[in-house]
């Protein structure tokens, strides 16, 4: 870390993190028109559901069955559905502040195997084709 005796006397560091995470989530949903995802692509909207609440509930099952915290499940649904900023940002929304810093570890190891593991099966399955 560069300057770490001045970043550790920084004070307000929490709510800067969390006013740039929310610019983000902004920044990221402007260009989005619900309008025209409704009416081009209702069929794709309606798989994205079904995998989600599909992910939800096979996470919900395994993580009681593997004993983790509800905090911890929803945290992980979340982080593989939206990724690191969005887990990290209800993980700070519902005051799970020592879960924050995981939950980014799991979103950012999710992206990581998530692009390998996508790229090997789509170059697999266009083999197939």
Known sequence: IVFPRYFERLRGS?????????????VIGIPADL????????????FVFVVAMSNLLVSLFC????R?????ILLA???????????AAMAIAK???????PVMLVGTFGYL???YVGTLLGTWFSTLV
């Open 68 to 72: 983790f915290r509800l905090e911890e």
């Open 63 to 66: 993580g009681k069955l593997f």
């Open 14 to 26: 929490q709510e800067i993190g969390t006013y740039l995470i929310y610019l983000f989530f902004v």
């Open 77 to 87: 649904c979340n982080a593989s559905v939206g990724g690191p900023t969005t887990a």
């Open 113 to 115: 195997i998530g692009n």
């Open 95 to 101: 005051g799970w502040q020592g879960l924050v810093a």
């Open 35 to 46: 309008r025209i995802i409704f009416m081009n692509a209702p069929l794709l909207l309606a």
